[in-house]
């Protein structure tokens, strides 16, 4: 088993900032991608970032490159996503996710967190 807890979500105004953490823990061997996904109020989860343990490249959504970074520190187990430039349509809650590989569908991702909240203000 992998557990998985995001941390970093909050109330920002349009043009702000915010950094959430997902620290991991338990049998990360297993897991060689990691992802943020978001999920607001009446839609479905939509993919975010992804990004391969020990470097490779990130991928992104469209709605968010330029503005979000995901970055991972091997030794602590913990993936970060540095969003800036914030929207209001990117309020949703933000979930962490992995799987044995980097991939864009929710579907690749076996373990998740409990989702941290992301609202931004107009």
């Known amino acids: 088993q992998v557990q998985l807890v995001e941390s970093g979500g909050g109330l920002v105004q349009a043009g702000g900032s915010l950094r959430l953490s997902c620290a991991a823990s338990?049998?990360?061997?297993?897991?060689?991608?990691m992802g943020w996904f978001r999920q607001a109020p009446g839609k479905e989860r939509e993919f975010v970032a992804a990004?391969?343990?020990?470097?490779?490249?990130?991928n992104y959504a469209d709605s968010v490159k330029g503005r979000f970074t995901i970055s991972e520190d091997n030794a602590k187990n913990t993936v970060f996503l540095q969003m800036n430039s914030l929207k209001p349509e990117d309020t949703a809650v933000y979930y962490c996710?992995?799987?044995?590989?980097?991939?864009?569908?929710?579907?690749?991702?076996?373990?998740w967190g409990q989702g941290t909240q992301v609202t931004v203000s107009s």
């Open positions: 996710a992995a799987g044995s590989s980097v991939s864009d569908s929710p579907g690749a991702y076996n373990y």
């Open positions: 338990g049998r990360t061997f297993w897991t060689r991608g």
């Open positions: 990004i391969r343990w020990s470097g490779g490249n990130a």
